[in-house]
């Protein structure tokens, strides 16, 4: 065997190994779930919700983590989370499982109360109502444009849920800002009382922050499906490239906005650099 195609096989094997270090790091980039905590203070946190845990999932799109879901759950509960919010698309609607979703909501709600807004996933499958049945069902609170008043030694926080905007108008061509905040000045709630809203997408922060909300749970941006060390997210539904609101905390005056990165996979079936995450917040307040 002569020097020169010694030189090109030692190139193909390396190569070979370098392609396949890549794969094997993509994949398990793509299961191994990470837990993102957040610490949120305000004066206008009740004193009685100081410390007061909140876990968040998002985009599942009918992934499963472990059978049946079991390392996603056993996350969660080591989490210690005094509730769980769920901010769309449990489901899928290119490869919809309702089973799995209500299975997973089955199993959350024994580890703390939770509480479910629609993504546009949910608005585009015909299934929509049984999964709204069966989570109901299984004592998941659903908020559709609607809230709810969480109390803690006679002080409270309210909580609100919006349908994500592809429910009243398109998906991509659609004024969803509009959409959005109509739907929020139509929430009659106390404006003395912290608010937590529930929405999907987070490209609509501007409407939430001129609506008064103090903290947004939101999702949808996948954490940019590939995210580049030092930029973040290269692309992201509703904001294209180099999306603003990826993944993480944004500040805008009164209001935070919590953006999860998200959990499974739609259109592009893998994500880069950019583990599934489970989000948990405390509050704090701020004296």
Same mark, same amino acid.
């Given at each position: 065997?002569?020097?020169?195609?010694?030189?090109?096989?030692?190139?193909?094997?390396?190569?070979?190994?370098?392609?396949?270090?890549?794969?094997?790091?993509?994949?398990?980039?793509?299961?191994?779930?990470?837990?993102?905590?957040?610490?949120?203070?305000? #004066?206008?946190?009740? /004193?009685?919700?100081?410390?007061?845990?909140?876990?968040?999932?998002?985009? @599942?799109?009918?992934?499963?983590?472990? /059978?049946?879901?079991?390392?996603?759950? !056993?996350?969660?509960?080591?989490?210690?989370?005094?509730?769980?919010?769920?901010?769309? !698309?449990?489901? !899928?609607?290119?490869?919809?499982?309702? /089973?799995?979703?209500?299975?997973?909501?089955?199993?959350?709600?024994?580890?703390?109360?939770? *509480?479910?807004?629609?993504?546009?996933?949910?608005?585009?499958?015909?299934?929509?109502?049984?999964?709204?049945?069966?989570?109901?069902?299984? #004592?998941?609170?659903?908020?559709?444009?609607?809230?709810?008043?969480?109390?803690?030694?006679?002080?409270?926080?309210?909580? @609100?849920?919006?349908? !994500?905007?592809?429910?009243?108008? #398109?998906?991509?061509?659609?004024?969803?800002?509009?959409?959005?905040?109509?739907?929020?000045? /139509?929430?009659?709630?106390?404006?003395?009382?912290?608010?937590?809203?529930?929405?999907?997408?987070?490209?609509?922060?501007?409407? *939430?922050?001129?609506?008064?909300?103090?903290?947004?749970?939101?999702?949808?941006?996948?954490?940019?499906?590939?995210? @580049?060390?030092?930029?973040?997210?290269?692309?992201?539904?509703?904001?294209?490239?180099?999306?603003?609101?990826?993944?993480?905390?944004?500040?805008?005056?009164?209001?935070?906005?919590?953006?999860?990165?998200?959990?499974?996979?739609?259109?592009?079936?893998?994500?880069?650099?950019?583990?599934?995450?489970?989000?948990?917040?405390?509050?704090?307040?701020?004296?």
């Amino acid at each position: 065997m002569t020097v020169k195609k010694k030189r090109k096989i030692a190139v193909l094997i390396i190569f070979g190994a370098i392609l396949l270090a890549l794969i094997i790091w993509i994949a398990w980039g793509n299961t191994a779930l990470t837990i993102s905590e957040f610490t949120i203070t305000g #004066d206008r946190i009740p /004193e009685s919700f100081n410390g007061f845990r909140i876990a968040q999932v998002s985009d @599942l799109h009918n992934a499963q983590f472990g /059978e049946n879901n079991a390392k996603l759950l !056993d996350m969660l509960q080591k989490s210690e989370p005094d509730i769980i919010v769920i901010t769309g !698309d449990l489901v !899928d609607s290119y490869d919809t499982d309702i /089973e799995t979703s209500l299975q997973f909501a089955k199993d959350a709600v024994k580890i703390a109360p939770c *509480y479910y807004v629609p993504g546009n996933h949910e608005a585009r499958i015909s299934e929509y109502s049984k999964l709204k049945a069966g989570l109901e069902s299984d #004592d998941v609170v659903v908020l559709e444009n609607d809230h709810i008043e969480l109390e803690r030694s006679g002080e409270k926080i309210t909580l @609100l849920g919006v349908n !994500d905007p592809s429910f009243k108008t #398109d998906y991509l061509f659609g004024d969803s800002s509009a959409v959005m905040t109509a739907e929020l000045n /139509e929430l009659s709630v106390d404006d003395n009382s912290y608010t937590i809203l529930l929405s999907h997408r987070p490209e609509l922060f501007k409407s *939430y922050a001129e609506c008064g909300m103090d903290l947004v749970f939101s999702g949808h941006a996948h954490g940019g499906q590939f995210r @580049l060390p030092f930029v973040g997210g290269v692309v992201a539904p509703n904001q294209g490239l180099f999306p603003d609101y990826d993944g993480g905390l944004y500040s805008d005056g009164r209001t935070n906005m919590i953006v999860s990165r998200g959990l499974g996979n739609s259109i592009i079936p893998f994500r880069i650099n950019n583990r599934p995450e489970i989000v948990v917040a405390e509050l704090q307040r701020a004296d």
